[in-house]
């Protein structure tokens, strides 16, 4: 515990050194969900503020805990793990460490999303304080504490499916594709483009036995309120066993992966 | 193209990829809406697929360039482009050619003139396709300075190479209906007007929704910012500091 604090606490020295290009990353979360808000508020306004039963408040708390949400729980290791480590070989330098690769990667990781928290917190404090627009959140103590729980959970379904991601590079040198095919997945499907209940029945059933909507959709839906405490235990439940699921995948890619791989130089 | 065929197929997929997921988009999106500012469910389908012939062009000959400008300058290999006898702007702009994008271009001009004439039963003359040409052509220069003006900043900031990436989200606005925006804040509407023009003002040659206001905004704006971008370049080299810097 008191090494994994170390390496976590040294990670964290690289926060302020990298603060503007993860300002931008950060924006580019942004950008899309404020855009989609404003085309629904297109929407409403046309329709007179009945379309599919939305309305603006609901629509605005949405998307701007969605920026909060995806900005906490959608990590991206994806590109470090199959370009920099598994495609360059820099694989070898952690396969020395006294830790597993997975921990040095997630303590990597973590700095990010609590920064972008930081920022999207910031920026919606501004919004919300500078704009006359008003968003929809849960009120009651139990809830929060237990989106908490979600948080974390998705937090770590996100680290797992991409790390898993990034580990196919152990036999494919060219991975772009398959993560662009994955984030455009995890856009429809997730509901970062419009709320899952919006989409048709049958693309809603595909997305309820995916991991996609539990990393971003459910948590934010609990955070605006909209479902009751037993519903929230019974998607911790569920994102416990997708975690498990992909443990198990990551464990056993992970053992096959690295007796394949191969390194020259250093 | 042939000898990295693992590389060129990865980015096909990626790219029909992007481009049936944006058409999708604006699908799930009008299940649930007929009209959005005036913009019926079929034009905003026709607004989708002519983004997607749009960023296809840009993406065939330039994003990749900014991809490798965002090296050069981190590696301080631009120094040796300043030294060749050509144009530095020419010869960071059109290095390499994406050539997986024109096949999305080719397969989304298809499907657009599928959707108008058969599907929707729209008149489509000779000159609104040339008229549509023209304006995408200037569309792609007008945008093409906007990323080269950003990217110009990392001679300053080497570091933030992802300003690239960040341009590819800015990009995406231009899916987006200009209402959309010009309805939100004026403030925001300024910021983003360009961006605004480049794929709203094709799309409303070809539904016959353009006006002369539309298409001279667009020219004076691609003029203006062709010349921004040229001295602000010229500007930039100034500072340039090598990876020694």
């Known amino acids: 515990m008191k090494r994994f604090l170390a390496i976590f606490l040294l990670h964290f020295q690289h926060i302020p050194q990298h603060r503007a290009q993860s300002f931008v990353w950060f924006i580019q979360l942004f950008i899309n969900p404020l855009f989609m808000m404003l085309l629904w508020f297109g929407a409403l306004k046309t329709s007179g503020g009945t379309t599919a039963h939305l309305t603006f408040e609901y629509i605005t708390s949405y998307y701007f805990l969605l920026v909060f949400v995806s900005s906490v729980t959608m990590a991206h290791p994806e590109y ?120 048709p029945p049958w693309m809603y059933t595909i997305a309820t036995f995916t991991p996609m909507p539990y990393i971003v959709y459910y948590p934010l839906i609990a955070a605006q309120g909209t479902i009751e405490h037993l519903d929230i235990i019974k998607i911790i439940g569920i994102q416990l066993v997708w975690l498990f699921v992909l443990g198990a995948l990551y464990k056993t890619m992970w053992k096959k992966g690295i007796n394949s791989f191969t390194a020259v130089g250093q | 193209m042939l000898m990295y065929r693992a590389n060129f197929f990865s980015n096909l997929i990626s790219t029909l990829g992007w481009g049936l997921f944006q058409v999708l988009s604006i699908f799930l999106f009008t299940n649930k809406v007929q009209s959005v500012y005036g913009w019926s469910k079929n034009e905003l389908i026709i607004l989708v697929i002519v983004y997607s012939i749009f960023i296809g062009i840009f993406h065939t000959f330039f994003s990749r360039n900014f991809q490798r400008f965002s090296q050069l300058i981190d590696s301080g290999q631009l120094d040796m482009l300043l030294l060749k006898p050509l144009d530095s702007q ?83 606005i231009a899916r987006f209906p200009q209402e959309t925006v010009k309805h939100a804040a004026i403030s925001l509407f300024l910021f983003v007007f360009p961006l605004t023009l480049i794929v709203t003002t094709p799309t409303k040659v070809l539904v016959h929704k353009a006006f002369t206001g539309d298409v001279f905004g667009m020219i004076i704006c691609g003029i203006v910012l062709v010349f921004v971008s040229r001295l602000f370049w010229k500007f930039s080299l100034r500072y340039y500091t090598s990876a020694s810097g």
């Not at chain 1, 910031?122 to 139990?142: G, K, M, P, R, W």
């Not at chain 1, 152990?170 to 997730?190: C, K, N, P, R």
């Not at chain 2, 080719?106 to 729209?122: E, G, H, Q, T």
């Open chain 1, 80 to 199: 470090g793990v199959a370009e920099q480590d598994i495609n360059a070989g820099r694989l070898t330098k952690y396969l020395l460490k006294p830790f597993s690769y997975y921990w040095f990667k997630f303590n990597e990781e973590i700095h990010y999303r609590i920064i972008q928290g930081v920022f999207a917190i910031v920026i919606l404090f501004l919004i919300l304080t500078f704009t006359n627009l008003q968003i929809e959140l849960a009120s009651d103590a139990l809830t929060w504490l237990l989106i908490v729980a979600m948080v974390i959970n998705a937090f770590f379904i996100s680290y797992t499916f991409k790390m898993i991601l990034g580990l196919t590079a152990f036999w494919y040198t060219e991975v772009h594709g398959i993560f662009q095919l994955a984030d455009m997945s995890s856009i429809v499907l997730g509901g970062y483009l419009m709320p899952i209940h919006l989409l």
């Open chain 2, 90 to 172: 020419f010869l960071v702009s059109f290095w390499v050619v994406n050539y997986a994008n024109l096949v999305r271009v080719i397969l989304a001009f298809i499907l657009l003139l599928y959707i108008m004439i058969a599907w929707m039963k729209m008149p489509l003359t000779v000159l609104d396709v040339i008229g549509f040409l023209v304006i995408t052509f200037l569309g792609n220069c007008l945008l093409y300075t906007i990323w080269f003006t950003v990217c110009t900043l990392m001679i300053w900031f080497p570091r933030m190479h992802n300003l690239v990436d960040l341009m590819y989200d800015v990009s995406s």
